[in-house]
């Protein structure tokens, strides 16, 4: 499997079977994003919640590979309202897709839509792909059930917040790679806007004085998991 950073929030993951999923895809508006929107495809695409820096250009990219979205129960009858083909799912739910398992897991956030509509719980999500399991926290602050989540499913990636103001700041992220105790933590969701600057290699050190590994991304940079 590929992972793919493709800055914010937003990774594009390629299976062995070369099935493509897009979580969090925003790329209009977003200063860091290292693609243009008509050079993304998406087979599935994930929405953590509803804001519009992880919605993004979602609508854009199924539009034109009819792509599978896969959200809370309340986000995908958005999706469908607007036209997509969906996946209805809810917090604690798992499911068996095409490319592998994906449950999703509770959030600490909020989840309006752009145009002000309920988008339902905001999630986190766990996902099974060619043997390894990664864990996209989605925005979320600090929640000691974490610690149940990495016990019941082992973690090779975690991707996670540490921008602050909106979701977890450096320290808490590093106290939630504490709990998760994931093999490798993947910091995400910083230096997009001014409010969320943080600098990567400060958790990367701090990361490391816990016993654990850290990857920084780059954005636009894909590694092979
Ligand atoms: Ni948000
Ligand atoms: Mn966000």
Known sequence: MKLRYLSHSGFQITTSNNQTILIDPFITGNPNAPVKVEDLKADFIVLTHAHGDHIGDSFTIAKKCDSLFICVNELANYCAEKGFRAHNMHIGGSHNFDFGYLKFTIAHHGSMTPDNTYGGEPAGVILKIDGKTLYHTGDTGLFYDMKLIG??????????????????????????????NPKNAIPMHYNTFPVIEADPEEFKIKVEAIGKKCIIMQFGEEIEL
């Not at 973690?155 to 590093?174: E, K, Q, R, S």
């Open 151 to 180: 016990e019941m499913n082992p973690i090779d990636y975690i991707l996670l917040p540490i921008g602050d103001n909106f979701t977890m700041g450096i320290t808490d992220a590093v106290k939630a790679v504490e709990l998760v």
